[in-house]
């Protein structure tokens, strides 16, 4: 199981590898605000601290969202992660 923590909101779940950190989110009653869900709007724009190869990587549309938002290097799209490996994976709110 990975660990994911919800700094914002003081929550630590256990997560099965392929899960999807949007359903994580919402499934466990973290803040974090969603939108299109898509990784278009960026209203889930968040810090993501994990180790190499824990969540997932980029894809086109996240890139092309995180660039025009100017996001720094630490974030990314909680709706476009999914838990890669069993690791601890700090989330906390880049808003
Ligand atoms: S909810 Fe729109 S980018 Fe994640």
């Given at each position: 199981?990975a660990?994911?923590?919800?700094?914002?909101?003081?929550?630590t779940?256990?997560?099965?590898?392929?899960?999807?950190?949007?359903?994580?989110?919402?499934?466990?009653?973290?803040?974090i605000p969603?939108?299109?869900?898509?990784?278009?709007?960026?209203?889930?724009?968040?810090?993501v601290?994990?180790?190499?190869?824990?969540?997932s990587?980029?894809?086109?549309q996240?890139k092309?969202?995180?660039?025009?938002?100017?996001a720094?290097?630490d974030?990314?799209?909680?709706?476009?992660?999914?838990?890669?490996?069993?690791?601890?994976?700090?989330?906390?709110?880049?808003?």
């Amino acid at each position: 199981m990975a660990t994911i923590k919800f700094v914002d909101d003081d929550l630590t779940v256990n997560a099965a590898v392929g899960q999807n950190l949007r359903d994580i989110a919402q499934n466990e009653g973290s803040t974090i605000p969603f939108g299109c869900e898509l990784g278009v709007c960026g209203t889930c724009l968040s810090r993501v601290q994990a180790p190499e190869g824990a969540i997932s990587s980029m894809e086109e549309q996240e890139k092309e969202t995180l660039e025009a938002l100017g996001a720094e290097v630490d974030c990314r799209l909680v709706c476009q992660c999914r838990v890669e490996k069993d690791d601890d994976i700090t989330i906390t709110s880049a808003h």
